[in-house]
């Protein structure tokens, strides 16, 4: 077997409860999993096909006035090209087009989502920082900022964002250097975290935002960054992290090729060694006690990507921790997204009316 092959076949076996709990049609899934492609350019060809006809679709709809149809299907293009170059590293062209197609696609599905989206670019030195902001109707509400994971994107949270919006809060997912449409940068920790500080000034001046009711979630990687910001961004009233690492180091060498191929290529590493060498500094250790707010951790009890022993550091670390270990969860508890994300967004609620109450 290829290192090519064993990373679709990595692809394949770990990540269809993510695509469907991002919204990807079962249909669709089960269509590339009896495919099998074995080449990363097969899977893009497929995923591509579902785009273009997802895209059809909505131009449909949206000329025969439909635009609410018209929007739901143009999520679904922008979520097929998300996932047409999800892990794809040996063809930057190809994978650079996909993510330009995607974002396209989603600012074409805003402005009739229910609440609606605006899109807010937020200066920083290494660029500016996209954030899709959508508001509830009493405002000035709460506001979550969803920080996305390893290959994940602003549209890839979309399918998190009705839990806190149907419970009377804003949500602001974003794209940070090193994601999504900042992709062609390197990742690197203290520049996301100045960079999501710069997000935090922007919404505390918002209309629609209550500027002392600001939180925080991560997933996966998102988690790290997350917590990171949590622990020198003290604005933030709550902050919650599912299936995060806390110490990369720690876990590298459990970590399957693909993980590690995708951090060398949001590092921008030459190689896998000096990608390990890069990554040994995101950590948490030496982070964790500055947390001041409310912290929730969730993870999997079966989390096959990031061991459950990380969750369990952070519980140790991080003061006034909230561990949720939940059973069968598997990364990111993707497989059982109708019973995690609600309560993390209920956890979220009540941490940032309780912030409210407090002032």
Known sequence: ???????????????????????????????????????????????????????????????????????????????????????????????????????????????????????????VPVGPVPVVLRTPDAVPAPCVILVPGLEATKEELHAWEGFYLDRGMAVAAIDGPGQGELADRALVPDRYVSAVSAVVERLSAHPAVDAGRIGIMGVSLGGLLASMVAAHEHRLAAAAEVAGTFDTESRWARANALSRRGHQFVTKSPDEETTRTVVADWTMASLAGDIECPFLVVHGELDGIVPLDQAEAYAKAVPHAELVVVPGGNHVCNNLPHVVRPQVADWMRRTLVAAGSAR
Request: some cysteine.
């Open 1 to 123: 077997m290829t290192d090519e092959q064993h990373q679709l076949e990595i692809a394949l076996g770990k990540h269809h409860h993510r695509m469907m709990a991002a919204g990807i049609p079962y249909s669709d899934v089960e269509g590339v999993r009896e495919q099998a492609p074995c080449t990363w350019l097969g899977w893009m060809d497929y995923w591509t096909g579902r785009a273009l006809a997802y895209d059809e679709l909505a131009a449909g709809a949206d000329e025969r006035g439909e635009h609410v149809t018209a929007s739901a299907h143009w999520v679904r293009t922008a979520l097929c090209h998300h996932f047409a170059q999800f892990m794809v590293y040996e063809h930057p062209e190809e994978k650079a087009r996909s993510r330009r197609a995607a974002a396209a696609a989603y600012r074409r599905a805003a402005p009739h989502l229910t609440p609606g989206a605006t899109f807010v670019s937020v200066e």
